[in-house]
């Protein structure tokens, strides 16, 4: 057991070290396999102990079975959750066209795009070059270290690339995934209207389900690329969300 959390630890803070390489030290998330290495390591030399072995092992029933079940079902948790997020990562949309694009917004630095809001709109772009009917919503608001908003910004990516700007809506107020769907919903008229949410693939399956829960009708996802690098990190993260959602009621 002891070999195994130690391989756990070492794999962790290794990864650390990659995304603090990869994305700088202000990276999304990262602390999170810092501190998920250190409390492994610990583990490690715990267990690496005979008289902390021999300890565990002597627990009475009614401290152990609560321990272990409650393990199970957080990994068990864990599991079903990323089985959801990889699913809808990877289905493809239907062939008949949506009415709208939804693009979700991401990071802006400055006025500058950022990689994950790039594949997102460059996914965007690709659907539309395709379904000339369809319309776009760009949705997110303008936060810290950005000079315009994230809408505004995508607005301009989508015209640079050639996209009509009468099919461009703008959402510039939304500060988080549900806000962007709540203030792009109402952006639609028809009720009936179909939507494909364009987002990073980790994200498709949060999305849906937060516009399923706020009464979109005719919703499906369209996975965008991510990161390879950062998408373990990306997964686990996201997995939290959608318990910080279910928790809150947004799914």
């Given at each position: 057991m002891n070999i195994l959390f130690g391989i756990i630890a070492l794999v962790s803070i290794v990864y650390y070290g990659v995304i603090v390489s990869y994305a700088g030290l202000q990276a999304s998330f990262s602390l999170f396999w810092l501190a998920f290495g250190i409390f492994m390591a610990v583990l490690a030399v715990l267990f690496s102990l005979r008289r902390f072995r021999a300890g565990f092992r002597g627990l009475p029933p009614w401290i152990k079975v609560p321990i272990l079940t409650t393990v199970s079902m957080v990994l068990l948790c864990f599991a079903v959750v990323e089985c959801m997020i990889l699913f809808y990562m990877l289905v493809k949309p239907e062939e008949k066209?949506?009415?709208?694009?939804?693009?979700?917004?991401?990071?802006?630095?400055?006025?500058?795009?950022?990689?994950?809001?790039?594949?997102?709109?460059?996914?965007?772009?690709?659907?539309?070059?395709?379904?000339?009917?369809?319309?776009?919503?760009?949705?997110?608001?303008?936060?810290?270290?950005?000079?315009?908003?994230?809408?505004?910004?995508?607005?301009?990516?989508?015209?640079?690339?050639?996209?009509?700007?009468?099919?461009?809506?703008?959402?510039?107020?939304?500060?988080?995934?549900?806000?962007?769907l709540t203030f792009s919903r109402a952006l639609i008229a028809d009720e009936e209207a179909s939507v494909g949410i364009v987002t990073n693939g980790f994200h498709v399956f949060r999305s849906v389900k937060i516009a399923e829960k706020q009464g979109m009708r005719n919703v499906t996802g369209i996975a965008a690329k991510s990161d390879p690098i950062l998408l373990p990190n990306y997964m686990v993260r996201e997995f939290f969300a959608v318990l910080k959602d279910k928790f809150v009621g947004n799914i």
């Open positions: 066209p949506v009415d709208y694009l939804v693009v979700l917004g991401a990071q802006v630095r400055g006025d500058r795009i950022t990689k994950s809001l790039r594949y997102r709109l460059d996914a965007a772009y690709d659907y539309l070059e395709e379904n000339p009917d369809t319309k776009v919503i760009v949705t997110g608001g303008q936060g810290p270290g950005e000079n315009i908003s994230e809408a505004a910004a995508m607005r301009g990516y989508l015209l640079d690339k050639g996209i009509e700007r009468d099919r461009i809506i703008m959402e510039r107020n939304a500060t988080s995934t549900e806000e962007n």
